[in-house]
């Protein structure tokens, strides 16, 4: 009997028509492998080897089972291949049956979204045993969304309220086996947390990857060809090529704002409103922390500076306070291939007092991030434009990795 607690349904049923292959989505190439095979190697690298279930089409079962089978064996992962069904519910609900009973953290990933870095799938399900509920990885929306009817725009929808939401999605087994025993076979829904939700069961949202983007449509195949093609190829458990680690990145960003003469003007530094000080200038809302952060995770990155990617000629980010700034930042980061390990900000100046709102900054910023930042502070003991108390300067520190 299996000896793992965690399993991972991998769906790989789809027909994948709008990518315009005649082979299904899972077995279209991809690097030196194809779809499937890079999904499947994500999932045997995680920390904790997992009980994995690959959902194919029928006509393919044999076949990934004569693929893979030694594969995980040599990975210490306990294997399984079903049948698909017609709808990909029904595919992930053939995918829990044949779980054992050992089991009690399920996560559901679509094969579809094959460059899913292993530190995602371990990150949900540490943050699904921490909660003891569902849980799914999304990205903030930075596009303006608009609803729209019959080509007229109606409304123009609160993106601050929307999340781009990805797999794998983790639950713990007693609610996904409830809920597919309860609307399973009633309502068709388009992921596993709406079905989960449908049945009034919790689930939260963590920071998402931005390599875990959806291969549809040809352009979605040619940006994860370039991605694996770009990185320097190293042998996975598959015998395959994978993308290798090129290792750390670091990267230093300063930033410095000027107090504002208007009285008006609120003072947000650290992503954070201080009623009662005064204000920074600049185009945005002069928020030096912030700033300083996406400067070094933009030279970390190798991606230019804050004044290169957001110019004051961009209306956008008029009057933008910094978590505007630091998402955007973060998906430029994660399209490019990054992770972000964490961050550390030095703020500089006489106000505001840092230190009793320390924790709710460093809590917002790494919410935003998706990492942990350290924000502290000092003064410089009545010297320079700080002390004199005519500005605040920020200096920041970032570490990346391609893994």
């Not at 079903?82 to 053939?94: C, D, L, Y």
């Not at 983790?170 to 309860?182: I, N, Q, T």
Request: charged share 25%.
């Amino acid at each position: 009997m299996s000896a793992s607690t965690v399993a991972v349904i991998l769906v790989a049923a789809g027909s994948g028509s709008r990518l315009g292959h005649a082979e299904p989505k899972a077995f279209v190439p991809l690097g030196r492998s194809d779809i499937l095979g890079v999904a499947l190697d994500a999932v045997l690298r995680m920390q904790e080897r997992p009980h994995v279930v690959v959902v194919a089409p029928e006509a393919r079962v044999a076949e990934v089972r004569e693929r893979f089978a030694r594969v995980a064996a040599a990975a210490s992962a306990p294997f399984d291949v079903v049948a698909g069904a017609e709808s990909r519910q029904e595919s992930v609900a053939a995918g829990l049956a044949v779980l054992p009973r050992l089991v009690d953290t399920v996560l559901v990933h679509d094969a579809a979204r094959p460059l899913t870095p292993p530190a995602l799938f371990d990150e949900v399900v540490a943050a699904v045993r921490a909660r003891g509920h569902g849980v799914v990885p999304g990205l903030p929306v930075v596009d303006t969304i608009k609803r729209v009817e019959s080509g007229r725009v109606v409304e123009t929808v609160d993106r601050d309220r929307l999340a781009a939401v990805q797999t794998p999605q983790g639950f713990p087994r007693e609610s996904l086996d409830e809920a597919y025993g309860v609307v399973g076979s009633l309502a068709e829904h388009t992921d596993d947390a709406s079905l989960v939700a449908a049945v009034g069961l919790p689930v939260d949202l963590v920071p998402g990857d931005a390599r875990a983007f959806k291969i549809t449509v040809p352009e979605d195949l040619r940006r994860a060809e370039r991605l694996v093609r770009d990185e320097r190829p190293e042998m996975t458990h598959a015998g395959h090529d994978r993308p290798h680690s090129a290792g750390m990145r670091i990267g230093t960003g300063v930033d410095v704002h000027a107090f504002d003469d208007d009285a008006a003007t609120s003072l947000w530094l650290a992503g954070l409103e201080w009623p009662g000080e005064r204000g920074l200038s600049g185009h945005s809302d002069g928020d030096a922390a912030a700033h300083a952060i996406c400067d070094a995770l933009l030279a970390a990155a190798g991606l230019g500076d804050v004044g290169a990617v957001f110019g004051t000629a961009d209306p956008r980010f008029a009057a933008a306070h910094g978590d505007v700034f630091l998402a955007e930042t973060r998906r430029l980061v994660e399209a490019s291939g990054f992770r972000i390990v964490n961050v550390s900000v030095q703020v500089l100046g006489n106000r505001p007092k840092l230190a009793p709102r320390r924790g709710e900054a460093e809590a917002l910023l790494s919410g935003v991030l998706g990492a942990p930042v350290s924000v502290a502070a000092t003064t410089t003991d009545g010297l320079g434009f700080t002390g004199r108390g005519e500005g605040v300067q920020a200096i920041a520190t970032a570490l990346l990795t391609t893994r």
